[in-house]
Every structure is written in C-alpha cells, then in structure tokens.
C-alpha cells in the first residue's frame, strides 16, 4: 500500500488542474497551498460522474486542507492509513485524478506495470487472487442462492477452505441474507499481492483486503454490516497440473456468523 500512497501523491502534483495553478510554481506547500488545493478537488469533486448519486452521501465530495497536508507531510503508516475514513479519502483522491475510485487506480497502476516490465512469472498468482475476490462478490450478490459453484473454478473441490467458505456462506444462506449492492452500498478492494513462498508446487500469496459490504435479512429487514481491513493469506498448490487455491488465512473468517450468534 505505501506504494499505492506515494504514486497518488506524484499523481496529485503532476495533475493539470494543480500544475496551472499557483501550486505548480512552488516547491514546498504551505498551509495556505493546502487550502488552495482543497478548493481545486472540490471543484472537480461537484462535477464528477462517480459522485453522482449515492456515492456522494456515502464518501463525500470534499476533502480538508488539514487532511491534504497530512497525506502529503506524513509517511505512510499501516496503523493510521488503514482506517475506513482514510479509504474513502483515497477514494475521492482517485475519483480527482480521473478514476472511478481506489481500486480502479490500483489495477490500472497494476497493469500499466505489467506492461512496462513484460509478463510476469507470477502475475497469473496475483491474478488468481483477484479472480477469487471478484467471484466472492458475485457469490454474495446471489445470496440466499448458496451458489458456490462460483468458486470452484479457482478452489479445490475437497479443500479444506473450500468446506470452511461455503460452511459459514451456507448458515448466513439460510438465514436469508441478502447483500445490498445498491449505489455502491457494499464493496471491496484488493491490494499488495506480494509472493512470500515460491516452490515448484506450492506457492504462498499475502494480500491486503477491504471489505465493506451490507447483507439485511429477508423477512426483518435487520441489518447487518460487515468492515474489514485485514491481511490474507493464500495457500496455493499445484494438482494433477492444475493451479487452484488449497487453503486460506483470514483473521475474519466467520465473524458475522459469530455476531448473529450473540445476538
């Protein structure tokens, strides 16, 4: 992620809006060009498409010249730029410079990589897990449907993470939840895949993920939400010559079921 921090600030200065302003002629900002450069996100911000409907309610459409200064003065650091108000900052920050939001510019700045460097080795790995996070998605999106056909594609059959995954889906299934999708209402994002093992058979992927996402119970309407930020780990192996996902480290597994279980 600090990667992804540091390459939206060059973004930010190199963007034409602030580079024909009284900021692309100074070297070191100020308070006062903080202020100036708050004014000029919130003016592309009123007119930006992405914000135009529900989003604008739920992140916002300006961005404080005490909130610029900090993102631009401090260095990243996980424990402070990991929380969700800082995720929608990165948000609007990207909607700015002409994405539709975080992720977008990260898979762009991904594939732009990709193409500086040629094919990587390992970017079907990468890919995988981020195959695996769409299909998730689609998988909540047909909820109380307990379609986990969606992931076998990409999970063994008689993995363990395979029988974990659809244990937990298939009580939230029952129950009759529904994800609520509606003006970007429940959504994700995936950053820093990075291989830590590299074997002939077996390889190991750590990403950093965030969940946000709004399931309501048919019947009641009750609602419940579910917002993480975690560190996952992926256990990918090598059968019979095919490639799939074997097991799965997530800190969260199971926490909704384990609320609901409270209640």
């Known amino acids: 992620m600090k990667t992804i921090y540091n390459s939206i600030r060059d973004e930010i200065i190199k963007h034409s809006k602030v580079r024909n302003s009284v900021l692309g002629n100074v070297n070191e900002w100020k308070r006062s060009h903080y202020i100036i450069l708050s004014e000029i996100i919130k003016d592309e911000l009123s007119e930006a498409e992405e914000l135009k409907g529900g989003k604008k309610f739920e992140i916002g459409n300006t961005i404080s010249h005490v909130t610029l200064q900090r993102f631009f003065e401090n260095d990243y ?3 402070t730029h990991s929380d969700l108000r800082f ?13 539709k939001d975080l992720n977008d510019y990260i898979l762009t700045v991904r594939y732009r990589k990709e193409n500086d460097e040629g094919t990587d080795d390992q970017s079907y790995l990468t890919q995988m897990v981020y195959d695996y996070c769409a299909a998730v998605f689609e998988f909540y999106k047909q909820f109380p449907t307990h379609n986990t056909e969606l992931l076998k594609g990409l999970v063994f059959d008689d993995s363990p993470f395979l029988e974990r995954a ?8 029952d129950k009759d939840f529904h994800l609520i999708t509606k003006n ?7 950053f820093d895949i990075h291989v830590v093992t590299d074997e002939p058979d077996k390889k190991i992927l750590e990403s950093q993920e965030f969940w946000n996402l709004l399931f309501k119970v048919g019947e009641t309407g009750e609602e419940h939400f579910v917002n993480q930020l975690s560190t996952q780990i992926y256990f990918i192996r090598k059968i019979n010559d095919t490639w799939k996902i074997w097991d799965n480290y997530n800190p969260d597994a199971g926490m909704l079921n384990r609320k609901i279980e409270t209640i």
Do not use: M
Not at 184 to 190: A, G, I, L
């Open 184 to 190: 970007n209402r429940s959504n994700y994002e995936v």
């Open 166 to 173: 659809s244990q937990f889906s298939k009580e939230l299934c």
């Open 87 to 99: 995720l929608k900052t990165l948000d609007k920050i990207c909607i700015f410079l002409g994405y």
């Open 77 to 79: 650091q996980d424990k």
